[in-house]
């Protein structure tokens, strides 16, 4: 069984071994020296390459968000 954490670098390194674009929202734990001391990965999100062809094609200049997964996986978590 894994942890949040280990489920999101698993999905990591799955998505890289795949021909996707992945972006990684994230933030680190800073103790009091001002050593990073962990990361948590806040958001994960990735467009294969049709995904893109597309939107350059149809979403040229404006911003188009869309979300197929929202209230549909175990943790109700976007994707």
């Known amino acids: 069984m894994l942890n949040s954490y280990e489920e999101a670098l698993y999905l990591l390194r799955e998505l890289e071994n795949q021909e996707v674009h992945v972006a990684v929202k994230e933030k680190y734990v800073v ?11 806040e958001c994960i999100a990735w467009w294969n390459a049709e995904q893109i062809r597309m939107a350059r094609r149809f979403v ?5 968000q869309t979300d197929g997964t929202f209230n549909t996986n175990e943790k109700r978590l976007l994707l």
């Open 31 to 41: 103790d009091g020296e001002g050593n990073k001391t962990d990361r948590i990965i």
């Open 60 to 64: 040229l200049g404006l911003l188009a």
